[in-house]
């Protein structure tokens, strides 16, 4: 059973930088495409980025620019470098994994905002 544990949530003030980090049980390489999602108190999980396993990136509007995702193949790990960090990022983060019609979640971290 593939396992994704995320870590690196944290209180940040706004304009700041964060750099979470989701560790898999398994190689990443394996995995067709690697996601961050994230879901705020009182709303739906949403779709922040997506690496495939070429390396091609995606971003959703509201982080494009300010957030980089990045896979590191020896540790097995995926990151979301947050950089100039807004209030409406607060949420809880998740990090998602895709291979052979198959779905796998982390447990997310929570990212708190200050302003």
């Known amino acids: 059973q593939v396992q994704l544990r995320e870590s690196g949530g944290d209180l940040v003030q706004a304009g700041g930088s964060l750099r979470l980090s989701c560790a898999a049980s398994e190689s990443i390489s394996s995995f067709e495409s690697m996601d961050w999602y994230r879901q705020a108190p009182g709303k739906r999980r949403e779709w922040v980025a997506t690496i495939s396993r070429g390396g091609v990136t995606d971003y959703a509007d509201s982080v494009r620019g300010r957030f980089t995702i990045s896979t590191d193949n020896a540790k097995n790990t995926l990151y979301l470098q947050m950089n100039s960090v807004k209030f409406e990022d607060m949420a809880d983060y998740y990090c998602?994994?895709?291979?052979?019609?198959?779905?796998?979640w982390g447990r997310g971290t929570q990212v708190t905002v200050s302003s």
């Open positions: 998602h994994a895709y291979r052979d019609y198959m779905y796998y």
